[in-house]
């Protein structure tokens, strides 16, 4: 026994049970919090800070290969993090947040500023502007938020990606809800609420992807579509027009939150008072993707065109396992090499994708393949870098455009607490009927995917495909992001 003693007692010196600043982390139960180490003396000055995760995440993030914990121990900041429902939506999760940011309020005896992460700042506005926890709360700085959504979770509950986001997991009401047509919803109603005007919010944007490889690349290269992005959140939906945007920086989506880049350049916003510059939004050019997506059994094989002045493509093989045997051939019957694998992250984790960039490619039909042993589950998605895109956003209009023999076929599904309800399809579809086509009544989440396809003024064929979501209320209200703005 005494030697038990003794070896214990060694453990307890080489490794005490605190340490400065060393790690914590709750176990992801939703509704656990807990303060960081603490502070001999608090300036006054200096209230606490809450640090809230996103999506799929837990209060580890904030320890985690992070020293966001240490950079505000050694500052002199009383802090505190929560665990909230990874998977649930932001009236879950608010509720939750609300009930829990009151007792942290009794334990600090004062008001306290919250720094929260993705998901976890649209879950913060919930919190404080409908369960009234706006009056335990200075101010709220938010990092990669996706306040206006994320283009990535329309796409999960798309036509070509149902089948693909269902297996891997990721359907869920966390993700639901961070549809853009869902969030437009909410934005309306979140921002025109009497207690919105009762916070000061201070947003901070990523715009630098993964790099080739990387788990955000897939991410990334698809949001480019709609804008400079982290890798999960485009930097103009990470904005409020009503809050201070502190910075966009060269941050991705897992950056944004390490101490050592980041706190630094908030610091100057964890005071009673602060001031700061308010960021401007930067003029996008949307360049639309082409998508496929279903069940491969054995081999599939998808093509597509690509026209004439195309700078780049990038080709994406997602699927949900990593076994495929990738194949793309050019219009001459040319493979081409250079794909990597790597894991999917954020709205598409779980998933693993085979990635490939061709730079000034040969205009023509292109073909992709999968080989694979075991069946699997598959998305498959081309971005462009092309000009051509202004002349299909006037077509779609009925405005003068260039193109010629355009057709539009249109896929829609309606959701109902998440839950598919109803699906339909025109195959081809003018203008004027797209937008009869596409004017929803009955209430419920909209999927929409609008696949376009034909000629340009030289006569070389090309194909895009549009996602959007359109959200309807029971009072027959529409909410949407134009995706072609």
């Not at 320890?63 to 240490?70: A, C, G, L, T, Y």
């Not at 009236?91 to 940011?101: E, M, Q, T």
């Not at 990593?322 to 709205?347: M, Q, R, W, Y």
């Not at 000009?387 to 193109?403: F, R």
Request: glycine share 10%.
């Amino acid at each position: 026994m005494k030697k038990i003693a003794f070896l214990i007692a060694v453990l307890l010196f080489l490794y005490p049970l605190t340490s400065e600043a060393g790690f914590k982390g709750g176990d992801g139960d939703p509704g656990y919090w807990f303060t960081g180490d603490p502070i001999e003396a608090p300036d006054p000055q200096k209230p606490p800070i809450v640090f809230i995760h996103g999506l799929n995440g837990s209060s580890s993030i904030w320890f985690d290969e992070n020293d966001m914990s240490k950079q505000a121990w050694k500052n002199g900041y009383e802090t505190a993090y929560i665990d909230l429902y990874p998977d649930k939506d932001m009236r879950d999760n608010g509720a939750l947040l609300s009930s829990k940011l009151r007792e942290m309020y009794e334990h600090f005896g004062r008001k306290m500023i919250l720094v929260s992460y993705s998901k976890g700042g649209i879950d913060t506005q919930s919190a404080l502007i409908y369960h009234d926890a706006y009056r335990y709360v200075e101010h709220v700085i938010t990092l990669g938020t996706p306040h206006y959504g994320s283009q990535l979770a329309d796409l999960a509950y798309s036509n070509w990606a149902g089948w693909l986001a269902g297996i891997i997991g990721v359907k869920n009401d966390a993700v639901y809800s961070l549809q853009t047509g869902y969030m437009a919803s909410f934005r309306e109603q979140a921002d025109s609420h009497p207690n919105r005007g009762k916070t000061r919010y201070y947003t901070l944007a990523g715009n630098k992807i993964g790099g080739f490889g990387s788990v955000l690349f897939f991410g990334g290269v698809y949001l480019n579509v709609f804008g400079s992005n982290d890798g999960a959140v485009v930097e103009k939906n990470a904005r409020l027009p009503y809050a201070t945007n502190v910075a966009a920086g060269k941050w991705d989506h897992f950056s944004i939150i390490k101490g050592n880049i980041t706190f630094p350049v908030f610091q100057s916003l964890l005071t009673i008072r602060q001031n700061a510059n308010t960021g401007s939004s930067k003029t996008e050019n949307t360049s639309y993707p082409y998508i496929r997506g279903g069940i491969n059994e054995g081999i599939k094989e998808e093509e597509f065109s690509v026209e004439k002045g195309v700078k780049e493509i990038t080709v994406h093989w997602l699927s949900n396992h990593s076994s495929g045997n990738i194949k793309l051939t050019d219009p001459h019957g040319k493979a081409v090499t250079g794909f990597s694998l790597s894991k999917t992250a954020d709205v598409f984790k779980g998933g693993f994708v085979h990635s490939a960039t061709v730079k000034h490619p040969v205009a023509g039909k292109w073909k992709i393949s999968s080989s694979v042993k075991q069946k699997e589950a598959y998305l498959f998605v081309t971005t462009f870098d092309s000009q051509l895109d202004q002349q299909i956003a006037k077509t779609l209009d009925a405005k003068t455009s260039s193109l010629a023999n355009v057709k539009t076929a249109v896929r829609s599904i309606r959701y109902e607490n998440g839950k598919q309800v109803e699906k339909k399809e025109l195959k081809s579809a003018t203008a004027k009927t797209l937008q009869q086509y596409l004017s929803f009544k009955q209430a419920g989440m909209y999927s929409v995917t609008l696949d376009i396809s034909g000629k340009t003024a030289d006569n070389k064929a090309f194909n895009r495909t549009i996602i959007k979501s359109v959200y309807v209320n029971d009072k027959g209200q529409r909410f949407e992001q134009n995706p072609l703005h």
